[in-house]
């Protein structure tokens, strides 16, 4: 069984950690290692105080090695400070972006082997080796991607660094853009467009449909691979009753004229049938009246609990990702 998942941020993290202990109850005598393939957004990376920093692989990373702050949802745990209270001390980097000690040794040890000349997928390679995820990470391309915001204030528009807009402002300026700096340059980073390929299901997770999702599309070839795969591609909503999981998308999906719902963001996706991204759609129970409304725009879209609470819940939504997958195209091979 060879699932791909294309995520990015702190839901992603969740949601993959469910599909591994899904895929550990479903295939106890499995190579779950070899099975399932993260496709990780790069839009978030960041040049800062000299190193290289890479959020959503970096979230990935630690949430599956186990070594991730729950907490606080985000770097590591048994985090300390100390360094990035003395780069403020110096007037370095942003006195709003604080890097863990910890965290800042991930970066650290990034920036020197990107100097030695390696890539990032490369790289992202090395750093796994310390842990046993369970899951292979693929950073969606080598081409630094970061995204920007063209955002609207008094006086005019300017344009900023995503982290800024996110971390900074916490996404209150309106934004009118988002563009994400090379990306007509890039290219997939070896094995991505394979893992997609050679699945035997792909699922989108319920990351920010702008700018994690699609950052990772707007690299050139990963909609055409998503095209082309025979196997069915299925998305989870990001959306619960109107309302983002997670983060702040609701300020980003208005900037490219989707609603905040789960029904106006599987529209927004497309079905296959139709020049689309999926085959099908999970949408939450609170939700199922869009489930209509979905299916006659050619998805075969479903409801099942969403949240993910624990680890068990986000098995359990891995699972009906997964069944889902199973019907939209009938593949007894999957069971």
Do not use: K
């Given at each position: 069984?060879?699932?791909?998942?294309?995520?990015?941020?702190?839901?992603?993290?969740?949601?993959?950690?469910?599909?591994?202990?899904?895929?550990?109850?479903?295939?106890?005598?499995?190579?779950?290692?070899?099975?399932?393939?993260?496709?990780?957004?790069?839009?978030?990376?960041?040049?800062?105080?000299?190193?290289?920093?890479?959020?959503?692989?970096?979230?990935?990373?630690?949430?599956?090695?186990?070594?991730?702050?729950?907490?606080?949802?985000?770097?590591?745990?048994?985090?300390?400070?100390?360094?990035?209270?003395?780069?403020?001390?110096?007037?370095?980097?942003?006195?709003?972006?604080?890097?863990?000690?910890?965290?800042?040794?991930?970066?650290?040890?990034?920036?020197?082997?990107?100097?030695?000349?390696?890539?990032?997928?490369?790289?992202?390679?090395?750093?796994?080796?310390?842990?046993?995820?369970?899951?292979?990470?693929?950073?969606?391309?080598?081409?630094?991607?970061?995204?920007?915001?063209?955002?609207?204030?008094?006086?005019?528009?300017?344009?900023?660094?995503?982290?800024?807009?996110?971390?900074?402002?916490?996404?209150?300026?309106?934004?009118?853009?988002?563009?994400?700096?090379?990306?007509?340059?890039?290219?997939?980073?070896?094995?991505?467009?394979?893992?997609?390929?050679?699945?035997?299901?792909?699922?989108?997770?319920?990351?920010?449909?702008?700018?994690?999702?699609?950052?990772?599309?707007?690299?050139?070839?990963?909609?055409?691979?998503?095209?082309?795969?025979?196997?069915?591609?299925?998305?989870?909503?990001?959306?619960?009753?109107?309302?983002?999981?997670?983060?702040?998308?609701?300020?980003?999906?208005?900037?490219?004229?989707?609603?905040?719902?789960?029904?106006?963001?599987?529209?927004?996706?497309?079905?296959?049938?139709?020049?689309?991204?999926?085959?099908?759609?999970?949408?939450?129970?609170?939700?199922?009246?869009?489930?209509?409304?979905?299916?006659?725009?050619?998805?075969?879209?479903?409801?099942?609990?969403?949240?993910?609470?624990?680890?068990?819940?986000?098995?359990?939504?891995?699972?009906?990702?997964?069944?889902?997958?199973v019907e939209s195209r009938g593949r007894s091979t999957l069971v």
């Amino acid at each position: 069984m060879r699932i791909t998942v294309l995520a990015g941020g702190v839901g992603g993290s969740r949601f993959v950690r469910g599909v591994r202990e899904e895929c550990a109850r479903r295939w106890p005598d499995g190579d779950t290692a070899a099975s399932v393939t993260v496709v990780v957004n790069t839009g978030d990376d960041i040049w800062l105080s000299g190193v290289r920093l890479m959020p959503d692989f970096d979230s990935l990373l630690y949430s599956l090695a186990g070594v991730n702050d729950t907490e606080r949802g985000w770097g590591r745990a048994g985090e300390t400070e100390r360094v990035a209270a003395e780069l403020r001390e110096w007037g370095v980097g942003w006195p709003w972006f604080t890097l863990g000690d910890l965290d800042l040794g991930t970066h650290l040890a990034r920036t020197a082997w990107l100097r030695e000349g390696l890539t990032p997928s490369q790289i992202g390679e090395r750093l796994q080796r310390r842990w046993p995820l369970g899951v292979r990470l693929l950073p969606a391309t080598d081409t630094e991607v970061d995204t920007h915001v063209l955002v609207s204030e008094a006086g005019g528009e300017r344009e900023m660094h995503f982290q800024e807009w996110w971390t900074r402002y916490r996404a209150t300026l309106p934004a009118l853009a988002f563009r994400q700096q090379q990306i007509d340059e890039a290219r997939p980073a070896p094995g991505v467009v394979e893992a997609i390929a050679d699945a035997d299901l792909v699922l989108v997770a319920p990351s920010n449909p702008v700018v994690s999702i699609g950052t990772i599309l707007a690299v050139p070839g990963l909609r055409e691979a998503l095209a082309a795969t025979a196997a069915p591609v299925v998305g989870v909503s990001p959306i619960i009753g109107g309302r983002v999981v997670r983060g702040m998308a609701d300020a980003c999906l208005p900037v490219i004229g989707v609603e905040t719902s789960a029904e106006a963001v599987g529209r927004h996706y497309g079905s296959r049938a139709h020049g689309g991204l999926l085959d099908a759609w999970l949408v939450d129970e609170t939700d199922a009246s869009a489930v209509a409304g979905l299916s006659a725009a050619g998805l075969h879209a479903a409801s099942a609990p969403l949240w993910m609470h624990d680890l068990d819940t986000s098995a359990a939504l891995a699972g009906a990702a997964i069944d889902l997958g199973v019907e939209s195209r009938g593949r007894s091979t999957l069971v």
